[in-house]
């Protein structure tokens, strides 16, 4: 049961363009045009390769779009009744959630994977270590974004979650410095958007950079994730008593 469902829902993830465009085409589109556009030299907030960081930032992106959509789906179907009607079938409510959970992870996997594919063929240069740990980074990350798709979903309760949910993600791109570096004077306001933590401990991660370094950004990414944990805890609580 659980592997025909997991094959059914990779399989409407296949059937939609819009977001295979979005979490896997845009953020390589967008790499190559940033690699021509923007001249590789030191990010002297961050002491990495600018076109590095760059990479990382729209890897990152494009884990977080597709975790937080696909876990905001699940709250919308959860909130329309077809949690529901999976309720009548032999498959648990826990089961339910880990399929889609499987679903999200092979679409964080498959985002990344493409995008340090392309960009190790474009000449980014890091050991295989470094290509692991930054990876497992963006993977690891990608549950706040999981966690944020659940609250806007839970929140919203429409169809117009999902357009939120794409819209907040694009503001806290820009406000992190995820797409370009930041001047040294936004750089602090940075240091406090939820996206910061998860893409600076990757971009240190395929740098190999000073673990010190990795204080803040760590404790960015600790402290985003238990808020959006709480929020999604009281949300669906708060969805039960609604019935």
Known sequence: MNRIFIATEL?????DPVLLLIVVVLPVFFFLGASVAIPDTLDENTRTSVRDGVMIGLACYGAAT?????TGQTALERVHGWARQV???PLATWRFLAVKATVALVAVVATVGVMFTVAAISGILASPLAWLAAGAVVLVGSVTWALYGLVVGLAFRSQSALAAS???LVLLALGGGVFVPL?????WIA????MYGQVELARLALAGGDASAALWPLANWLGWTGVLAGLAAWLVGRSRRRG
Do not use: M, N, Q
């Open 166 to 168: 794409a819209a907040g």
């Open 66 to 70: 597709a975790a937080s959509t696909i």
């Open 11 to 15: 399989a409407r993830l296949r059937r």
């Open 87 to 89: 309720g009548l079938t």
């Open 191 to 194: 240091r406090w958007t939820p």
């Open 183 to 187: 001047p040294e004077h936004l750089v």
